[in-house]
């Protein structure tokens, strides 16, 4: 289970931050790469395809000036998440300007494209592709990508049904490469589990929703924080792929959370432009359901802070409970 070295040799925290649609931009990717951790985000957050541009030179520019003022504590490297859907009629554009920046790490989702691996290859970068079962897996390493993201039952946004526990045992079956655990992972102690389980990373998403770098309006940051795991809804109804969005914001729709319609999934559009997509990230708010460990509003260093202490934490409890099975063991073997 071997990273490659960009992510191997630059991580504080062994985590990826997740790219959210809308949520995430230069502020909060900056603020998780100087913290230690993955920050990603979506290329379509970035409208026009102008913006993308800019978002990437600031990405790179500030980078580049945090490494040269803290050559003992460079940043981590950043992501920018393509949607390789047939739909997106801005991919061509916004892989050609990953590669003017030698985008670190690429994630793909909804869909695995041989070419758009190649291209990232061609630069010297690391593909990473979302899946929800081990089928569409093995297409994506078929096709070229280095890495894999089960997005496990519990993630926020376009999720699974598998379990993590599931999912992980039948990738590591076949696949030996880097793996990033995405579902309900929002504690230091849960992104240990995600590594004991055969996971190299911790891919969170949903607690960088309610920081202060995050481009979210207030009232879905403070419904992160007063809700758990049992408010979210798993549904198709909002993009025609399955997903989990905040109880209260569909209600807040006037629809009903235990009464929603079916989609068609042949209707789905992940594009450039607005339509029911946007408005639904926009209006009904996608959320996993680890949001239980989330307690507040701070800032993205204060989280990933948070969470490497209770990372070093678990770690050293674990150890303390491995020695006292250990001791145990030894001392009914002397009897």
Known sequence: MALPPVLRDRLRLPVIGSPLFIVSG?????????????????SLNARPVSQLDEWLAQIAEELAAWDRAHPDLPSAPFAVNQIVHKTNNRLEQDVELCAKYKAPVVITSLGARQDVNDAVHGWGG??????????FAR??????ADGLIPVAAGAGGHAGRLSPFAIIQELREWFDG???LSGSIASGGAILAAQAMGADLAYIGSAFIATREANAVEGYKQMIVEHGGEDIIY???FTGVHGNYLRPSILRAGLDPDDLPEADPSKMNFGSGGNQEAKAWKDIWGCGQGIGAVK????????????????EAAKSALAAKTAFTAGTALAFAAE
């Not at 990717?29 to 990603?40: E, L, M, P, R, W």
């Not at 690391?126 to 089928?135: T, Y």
């Not at 297409?139 to 070229?144: D, P, V």
């Open 235 to 237: 549904t198709n109804l």
């Open 126 to 135: 690391v593909v990473l592709h979302d899946v929800i079962n081990s089928g």
């Open 296 to 311: 507040g509003v701070q800032s993205a260093g204060e989280l990933i802070e948070r969470l490497s202490q209770e990372y």
């Open 178 to 180: 880097p793996i990033a």
């Open 26 to 42: 230069p502020d909060l990717v900056i603020a998780q790469c100087k913290a230690g951790i993955v920050g990603s985000f979506p």
């Open 139 to 144: 297409k994506a390493i078929e096709k070229g």
